[in-house]
């Protein structure tokens, strides 16, 4: 029954009608949900009606039930390229070159990619020079290609890999989500209760979000936003709790989510670090007025050195001043002929101290006695 189903996708495709196409391989896939080819025929589908992010979880999908179906890499990649997904979109194009290494397709697409990234690099616009490229990688001149391993003209693959949006798009969310950001990451949260974590697949690309919620005995949920800015698809984690699914999304850059998709009415803001000198700390204060407190430091230190004292506070400004710039063996002769004396002599030659015991030497008129405990 599938088969026949498939049958009339692949006749609607061919006649250039692209959402029926999508509408017949929707159908297949209910009556045969693990056939990889269906879910890779309904993305080429999807791509025609220009609905990438549905493409792009399709041929997931695809990719998922048969790891080595080379299509579904091709469709993913071009897919990846309308979104701007030039380094997601390389990727997959090399995954799906090591299945099919003749066809010429994957080569001409890897290129582009290098391209576009490269322009992208120099902040040059790539949309137009991606467009053109899928279109000559696709059609060629016009005229059609020649057959694939699945039995479709490469024209043919080229259109396939567009329709299977629209069934999608069409199908209401079962779920509701929400999201907050952070400077660093947007938590995306999907409430859905009891959901096992076997049945969640979520896959990340370059400025992509790709949500799938199947459970057994339901109808499958997608959610494939564009978002509104690029992530780092390695950092993004996702949690399944009893209630929801948070999916964190690494932001690439610095900048502050007026939304959660991409629309091209809204631009980025992108936040402009000043590079400033480094400074001191200035704290907060309740006060009127704000003391420069380097300058108090200063002064203060100033005060000190011109501090002039008398009588013995001199002396042991004197003392401490000759300590601190001593080398280490006038410190430890200072200390050995203080302690050893009593306090009662201060030498600062250890070649003098510093092989015999210092004996005190009390000052004329005075005697020195030991204390007895």
């Known amino acids: 029954m599938a088969t026949a189903v498939e049958k009339k996708a692949k006749e609607a495709f061919f006649d250039d009608e692209f959402a029926l196409a999508v509408d017949l391989y929707s159908e297949g896939i209910q009556l045969d949900p693990n056939d990889a080819n269906l879910f890779a025929d309904r993305a080429q589908a999807h791509i025609k009606l220009n609905a990438f992010t549905e493409a792009v979880a399709d041929a997931n999908k695809a990719i998922q039930l048969d790891p080595s179906l080379s299509k579904a890499y091709l469709r993913k990649g071009t897919a990846c390229i309308k979104l701007e997904e030039y380094h997601t979109a390389k990727v997959a194009l090399q995954k799906g070159a090591a299945f099919a290494p003749h066809d010429s397709r994957f080569p001409n697409l890897i290129q582009q990619c290098d391209r576009c990234i490269a322009e992208e690099s120099n902040g040059l616009t790539t949309s137009e020079l991606s467009n053109a490229s899928i279109t000559s990688v696709t059609s060629g001149n016009g005229s059609h290609l020649s057959s694939t391993n699945d039995g479709m003209t490469k024209e043919a693959e080229g259109h396939s890999l567009v329709s299977q949006i629209n069934e999608i798009t069409l199908n209401r969310p079962k779920y509701r989500h929400e999201y907050y950001q952070k400077p660093e990451e947007v938590v995306v949260t999907i409430f859905a209760k009891g959901i096992s974590a076997k049945d969640v697949v979520v896959d990340f690309g370059e400025q992509i979000l790709s949500v799938t919620l199947d459970v057994p005995g339901q109808d499958a949920y997608h959610y494939q936003p564009r978002l509104f800015g690029k992530i780092i698809p390695n950092n993004c984690r996702i949690e399944v709790l009893s209630t929801k699914i948070e999916i964190r999304l690494a932001k690439a850059e610095a900048i502050n989510w007026t939304t959660l998709e991409y629309s091209k009415d809204t631009l980025p803001p992108k936040i402009n670090m000043p590079m400033v000198p480094s400074e001191r700390p200035a704290y907060p204060s309740s006060k009127p007025r704000t003391r420069d407190w ?25 003392f401490r001043d000759i300590y601190q710039n001593a080398d280490e063996d006038m410190r430890r002769a200072m200390s050995k002929s203080f302690l050893e004396s009593n306090g009662t002599v201060l030498s600062t030659d250890w070649k003098e101290v510093g092989s015999k015991k210092v004996e005190g030497s009390p000052p004329e008129g005075m005697e020195l006695k030991k204390w007895e405990y």
Do not use: C, T
């Open 294 to 318: 380097d300058k108090l430091e200063a002064l203060v230190k100033k005060e000190e050195k011109e501090e002039k004292l008398d009588g013995d506070a001199a002396l042991n400004k004197l």
